[in-house]
């Protein structure tokens, strides 16, 4: 059972390039989320989907996009990378968000923008 | 609005030393309450919860409880191993909602 595969690992981007950081899920679960990770500042959440088809805006969502059109797939689209997008990127899942649920988290997706 | 402020770091133990990492939340409701770790070079992963007021939370020998007069989900372990050594995010999920909050984590080494 693979749970939450994030795909790269590492890149390295020039500024202005775009990519898309992949995210999948095999548990079936309907609540998605991607984080950033800062040193010092704990987890940002940039975008979050609640099921195929809907999307959302977390706290941090400028220079970021992203689609949800399958349960499994969340990716996350970076448009005219900048320096300050260097960070370490998270995908997570959650069966039952709310109350009681639980994030499952990627391995993370380390880029940095030069 | 919702948000998590727990203990900064770093903070440097020897083995066997009692642990407490503070950890205090700002929410409107019940929200339920997390401790996640993360070991060097992977992601998060759950150590402990509790979903209501004076539930504690328990796992390798980690606790916390849901302290709702203080706002307060301290974590606690009273003996830490070098294999404790981490980085421990405090969290919360907002009820009836769809997100959950972070505290900016705090890094724990454990010297032998």
Redesign the interface.
Same mark, same amino acid.
């Given at each position: 059972n693979a749970g $939450?595969t994030q795909t790269p690992k590492f890149r390295i981007l020039k500024i202005g390039q775009s990519m898309t950081l992949q995210c999948a899920q095999d548990m079936n679960h309907n609540?998605m989320?991607w984080?950033r990770q800062d040193p010092?500042?704990? =987890?940002k =959440?940039i975008y979050?989907s609640?099921g195929a088809g809907i999307t +959302?805006k977390?706290e941090v969502p400028n220079g970021y996009n992203v689609s949800r059109s399958t349960t499994e797939d969340f990716p996350l689209r970076l448009e005219l990378a900048a320096p300050s997008q260097t960070s370490v990127y @998270?995908c %997570?899942t959650?069966g039952l %968000?709310? =109350?009681? &649920?639980? !994030?499952f988290?990627?391995?993370?997706s380390r880029l940095t923008v030069l | 609005g919702n948000s998590v402020t727990q203990m900064e770091g770093p903070v440097t133990l020897s083995e066997e030393a009692f642990l407490t990492i503070n950890c205090t939340y700002t929410a409107t409701g019940y929200p339920?309450l997390?401790w996640?770790v993360q070991y060097p070079?992977?992601? =998060?992963? !759950?150590l402990l919860?509790a979903?209501k007021a004076d539930d504690k939370g328990s796992n390798k020998g980690f606790e916390a409880t849901y302290r709702k007069e203080t706002t307060s989900f301290h974590l606690e372990k009273g003996s830490v191993q070098v294999s404790d050594s981490a980085v421990y @995010?405090c %969290?919360l999920? +907002? $009820? &009836?909602?769809?997100?959950?909050y @972070?505290?900016?984590?705090t890094s724990l080494t454990v010297i032998p």
């Open positions: $939450v609540y989320y984080y010092g500042m704990g =987890l =959440l979050y609640v +959302d977390g @998270f %997570a959650s %968000a709310g =109350l009681t &649920g639980e !994030l988290f990627g391995e993370g | 339920s997390f996640y070079g992977e992601g =998060l992963q !759950l919860k979903t @995010f %969290a999920s +907002d $009820v &009836g909602g769809n997100q959950f @972070f505290g900016t984590g």
